[in-house]
C-alpha cells in the first residue's frame, strides 16, 4: 500500500501540470487567432519600432519583421530557460574553455611559485653557508688575535724583566 503523502502529491503535481497546459492552450488562443500584425498583443512592438501594419509592409519591411521576432523569440526563450538555471551550450563552452586555460595558467604559476620557492631554499642554504664560514673565519682571527697578545705579553715581560736586572 501505498502512502497517502506520496499520493497527494502527484496528484497535486498532475493537477498543477494541467492547469498550465490549459493556461498555454488559452494563451495560444487569444494569440493564435490573430496572429497577424492586426493582433493588440504586437500592436506594442509595432508602435514601438514605428512599423506600419502588415497590410503596409513590402518585402524589406517583412523580412525586418522577421528577424527582429526571431530575436525576440530566443531573447525570451533564454530568459525563461534562465529561471530554471538553464545555462546555452554556447555559454558552457566559452566557460569550460576559460576554466581550462585558467587551471593551466595556475598550474603554470604553481610550477614558477615551486622554482621560486627551491631557489629561495638554496640561496638560504648558501648564506647559512656563508654565514657559519663568517663565523668561523672569525673565531679563527680571534684565536689568531689571542695567540698574537700572549706573544706580544710574553715578549713584553721577557723585556721587562731583562731590563729590571
Request: glycine residues 4%; positive net charge.
Amino acid at each position: 500500500m501505498m502512502d497517502k503523502n506520496i499520493l497527494e502529491f502527484w496528484g497535486q503535481a498532475l493537477l498543477n501540470a494541467a492547469r498550465s497546459q490549459q493556461q498555454l492552450e488559452d494563451i495560444n488562443k487569444l494569440i493564435g487567432s490573430n496572429a497577424g500584425a492586426d493582433n493588440p498583443f504586437w500592436q506594442p512592438f509595432f508602435k514601438a519600432f514605428g512599423w506600419r501594419k502588415a497590410q503596409q509592409m513590402d518585402t524589406s519591411d517583412a523580412g525586418d519583421l522577421s528577424l527582429i521576432m526571431s530575436d525576440l523569440y530566443k531573447e525570451f526563450v533564454k530568459s525563461y530557460l534562465t529561471l530554471f538555471n538553464y545555462i546555452p551550450r554556447e555559454e558552457y563552452l566559452k566557460l569550460s574553455k576559460e576554466n581550462e586555460e585558467l587551471k593551466t595558467k595556475i598550474a603554470e604559476l604553481e610550477k614558477s611559485i615551486i622554482g621560486y620557492k627551491n631557489s629561495s631554499v638554496k640561496n638560504n642554504f648558501d648564506q647559512e653557508q656563508v654565514v657559519d664560514n663568517l663565523t668561523k673565519i672569525m673565531k679563527n682571527q680571534a684565536q689568531h688575535f689571542q695567540d698574537l697578545m700572549k706573544q706580544l705579553n710574553q715578549h713584553y715581560k721577557k723585556t721587562a724583566t731583562t731590563k729590571k736586572k
